[in-house]
């Protein structure tokens, strides 16, 4: 079977769990939802507020890209849980999912290094932070995030899709995932994993490089100052954005950087899922709960928000009596 635009892959999803499709729709609904909720919340704070710090700013960024990431991957796999023997996706389909998820998830990597480069400007070179981490600077390094991500998606996908598929056209995985569409291609070489291998290199590698360089020369500015107190206060700016690293590498470096040989399906739907599920939900949670810019600015949305219902109350009361 050879690549062409006319044929539809079916997608298996967890049809091997059928018994549990009620539970497991009901879990990834409710998950998804609060996931949005969470995410749409910080972007709205975050835009409604005038003096938005350079942080602000990146995180506004890294949650429209979560909303994005979710709406890509969770909707087709809650319909293919109402479905018994998986659910059909074109072939252009099937592409076009793959290049937004690794589109999407490439340019939260290169996010990640622009924010631990706006931490160690922060850190290592206070005075001038205002002057380097300019609003100018802050939207051209969103903009390149995105542009290198996409980029470097599109040449993956192209270079996945132009592969001979004979083995099968069903995908045991419940969205494209890039080595359960590998998995079915004719060939058994390691030519084919070389795209994967570049685009691991340029979207995984390149960034965690520049991640662990910027967290190197914070730790140590932090290791030379002598109050503990300051020590702690500076560290604590960082762990917010330390967390979502780890998980996002984490589950990344798994999923990818390994040999098609390795390829186990069950194991990487179950990584896939805290992927593409889990962690869009804690991200929201992580920055509320450990990051003093954005509870303030929740505070300050909600303060609104009760500022607005009891202002329509009065309004309301006073039009009633009239």
Same mark, same amino acid.
């Given at each position: 079977?050879?690549?062409?635009?006319?044929?539809?892959?079916?997608?298996?999803?967890?049809?091997?769990?059928?018994?549990?499709?009620?539970?497991?729709?009901?879990?990834?609904?409710?998950?998804?939802?609060? @996931?949005?909720?969470?995410?749409?919340?910080?972007?709205?704070?975050?835009?409604?507020?005038? =003096?938005?710090?350079?942080?602000?700013?990146?995180?506004?960024?890294?949650?429209?890209?979560?909303?994005?990431?979710?709406?890509?991957?969770?909707?087709?796999?809650?319909?293919?849980?109402?479905?018994?023997?998986?659910? @059909?996706?074109?072939?252009?389909?099937?592409?076009?999912?793959?290049?937004?998820?690794?589109?999407?998830?490439?340019?939260?990597?290169?996010?990640?290094?622009?924010?631990? /480069?706006?931490?160690?400007?922060?850190?290592?070179?206070?005075?001038?932070?205002?002057?380097?981490?300019?609003?100018?600077?802050?939207?051209?390094?969103?903009?390149?995030?995105?542009?290198?991500?996409?980029?470097?998606?599109?040449?993956?996908?192209?270079?996945?899709?132009?592969?001979?598929?004979?083995?099968?056209?069903?995908?045991?995985?419940?969205?494209?995932?890039?080595?359960?569409?590998?998995?079915?291609?004719?060939?058994?070489?390691?030519?084919?994993?070389?795209?994967?291998?570049?685009? $691991?290199?340029?979207?995984?590698?390149?960034?965690?490089?520049?991640?662990? @360089?910027? /967290?190197?020369?914070?730790?140590?500015?932090?290791?030379?100052?002598?109050?503990?107190?300051?020590? =702690?206060?500076?560290?604590?700016?960082?762990?917010?954005?330390?967390?979502?690293?780890?998980?996002?590498?984490? $589950?990344?470096?798994?999923?990818?950087?390994?040999?098609?040989?390795?390829?186990?399906?069950?194991?990487?739907?179950?990584? =896939?899922?805290?992927?593409?599920?889990?962690?869009?939900?804690?991200?929201?949670?992580? /920055?509320?709960?450990?990051?003093?810019?954005?509870?303030?600015?929740?505070?300050?949305?909600?303060?609104?928000?009760?500022?607005?219902?009891?202002?329509?109350?009065? @309004?309301?009361?006073?039009?009633?009596?009239?």
């Amino acid at each position: 079977m050879s690549a062409d635009a006319t044929m539809e892959f079916l997608l298996l999803g967890f049809s091997e769990l059928f018994c549990l499709r009620v539970l497991l729709f009901l879990i990834f609904l409710i998950i998804h939802l609060v @996931t949005l909720a969470g995410n749409m919340m910080i972007f709205i704070a975050v835009f409604m507020e005038h =003096s938005r710090t350079p942080m602000l700013f990146f995180l506004c960024q890294l949650s429209i890209i979560e909303l994005c990431y979710t709406l890509v991957i969770v909707p087709k796999a809650l319909l293919g849980l109402m479905v018994m023997n998986g659910i @059909t996706i074109s072939f252009t389909g099937c592409a076009a999912q793959m290049y937004l998820f690794v589109g999407l998830g490439g340019a939260e990597c290169f996010l990640l290094a622009a924010m631990s /480069y706006d931490r160690y400007i922060a850190i290592c070179q206070p005075l001038h932070y205002a002057l380097v981490m300019s609003e100018g600077l802050c939207l051209r390094l969103c903009i390149a995030c995105c542009l290198g991500g996409f980029a470097v998606a599109l040449g993956l996908t192209v270079s996945v899709f132009h592969l001979p598929f004979c083995r099968s056209n069903l995908i045991n995985h419940f969205f494209c995932d890039v080595p359960a569409v590998l998995h079915l291609a004719c060939t058994h070489s390691y030519i084919p994993e070389l795209p994967l291998l570049a685009a $691991c290199v340029l979207l995984l590698l390149l960034p965690f490089l520049l991640i662990l @360089t910027s /967290y190197v020369c914070i730790a140590a500015v932090l290791l030379r100052i002598t109050s503990s107190l300051r020590r =702690s206060k500076a560290f604590s700016t960082c762990f917010s954005h330390l967390a979502i690293t780890l998980l996002h590498y984490g $589950c990344a470096s798994f999923m990818y950087i390994r040999p098609k040989s390795s390829y186990s399906p069950a194991q990487d739907k179950m990584v =896939s899922l805290v992927y593409t599920n889990i962690t869009p939900l804690l991200y929201p949670l992580i /920055y509320s709960l450990r990051n003093k810019e954005i509870r303030g600015v929740l505070r300050k949305m909600l303060r609104r928000k009760r500022l607005a219902q009891r202002s329509w109350s009065i @309004t309301r009361a006073v039009t009633g009596v009239n």
